[in-house]
């Protein structure tokens, strides 16, 4: 079976130095907000350009605490997009807060920023636009309306990591840049995990504050927060592959490169790529008018293709009917039917790849068979 995403390879390959960092945090005796935490915050702000790195529990927990630290909540309204992971929408709900969809473009399905003056009430108080499967969302068009109505920019980059707008790192651009650390994230833990960044230093210290039961001082809340840490393990697994990233980016983008020139010749829309941004390809997603069928074929031989997302968020059971913008995403609607993911991931071998490739073609190749007044 060749998986969509596959974790286990990366540690595989990367064992001797993460079971070195997992046995000197369990030789260390400290396991909460220690050393291993605050070096990878430094690191990872480091390698985003920012001042300030926060690690949370998740990327779902990065985005809550993002939007309270911003004092958003009951009353407010925040606008983001339905193509996207659930996690969006409800770290919004978490806050008391509305989420306000609104349509995506249809080259990038990243939020287009030609919808937002529309969506924008007196109770807006934040975007929160998506850098969907690698690549960054128009971040010009957004931080311009966004100032022109004095609005915080909630970057979700939980997707994203490495990739860039205008040479500036996805998560360092509005206020604050949100993470999550999932395992099959291009940078990864081995649990859950997240990291928020920004350049506010008052920022960054409600979050931190926040993130730990509103503490200033040990068990004395000064504020209502709440409890969402990153391990010591987690931190160190992270520093290890943190190292490896751009490294691990160049194979991502070497893989879609080889995706673009063995299906090009299809009745497929490959990825696009803007001249604005550096896409890094946590997935590599194609639109196919058979989507359905091609899904199936490639599944029947083993092959780990998958959508990301079968639904958008406003069509889901625990959102329908109830968020503001959900009867006008016309763009939205039609990618869900033809979206697909095709396996990518470091450690992909070249013979699996070809295998996929292959696959792809050999379904365009019957379909044509089949039907050969659709060329």
């Known amino acids: 079976m060749i998986l969509c995403s596959n974790p286990h390879a990366q540690y595989l390959e990367l064992r001797e130095e993460i079971d070195a960092a997992v046995q000197r945090v369990l030789n260390s005796g400290w396991y909460i907000l220690g050393d291993e935490v605050a070096a990878f915050e430094a690191e990872f702000a480091a390698y985003l350009g920012v001042e300030h790195a926060i690690g949370v529990g998740s990327g779902t927990e990065a985005i809550h605490l993002a939007l309270a630290a911003s004092g958003i909540g009951a009353g407010d309204e925040v606008v983001t997009v339905s193509h996207t992971a659930v996690a969006t929408v409800a770290a919004v709900e978490l806050t008391g807060a509305t989420p306000v969809l609104v349509d995506v473009d249809p080259v990038t399905m990243t939020m287009n920023p030609a919808k937002l003056e529309s969506a924008l009430t007196p109770r807006t ?42 040479a500036r790192r996805g998560g360092a651009i509005g206020d604050v840049g949100c993470f999550s650390l999932y395992p099959t994230k291009n940078l990864g833990g081995l649990g859950d995990g997240g990291i928020v960044t920004t350049a506010d230093a008052d920022l960054a210290q409600r979050m931190r504050s926040l993130r730990e039961y509103g503490w200033e001082q040990r068990f004395i809340s000064e504020r209502r927060g709440w409890n969402t840490r990153l391990d010591e393990i987690q931190a160190a697994v992270l520093r290890v592959k943190l190292k490896h990233l751009d490294r691990f980016t160049k194979l991502r983008r070497d893989i879609a490169a080889r995706y673009d020139a063995g299906l090009s010749d299809l009745d497929i829309q490959l990825p696009s790529r803007s001249t604005d941004d550096r896409h890094v390809f946590h997935l590599y997603v194609v639109r196919a008018k058979q989507r359905n069928n091609l ?67 050999a379904f365009y190749g019957a379909e044509l068979a089949a039907n050969p007044h659709a060329a």
């Open 125 to 166: 108080k934040a975007i929160l636009p998506v850098h969907l499967y690698g690549q960054s969302a128009d971040m010009d068009g957004i931080c311009e309306v966004a100032s022109r109505h004095g609005l915080r920019v909630i970057e979700d980059a939980s997707q994203a990591h490495g990739a860039t707008w205008k």
């Open 295 to 361: 899904l199936k074929f490639l599944r029947s031989r083993e092959i780990g293709a998958s959508l990301h997302y079968p639904e958008p968020v406003h069509r889901q059971p625990a959102y329908l009917n109830r968020l503001p913008g959900s009867s006008d995403l016309p763009v939205t609607e039609r990618l869900v039917d033809e979206i697909l993911s095709l396996p990518i991931y470091p450690e992909l071998r070249s013979d699996d790849q070809q295998r996929v490739i292959e696959a792809v073609s």
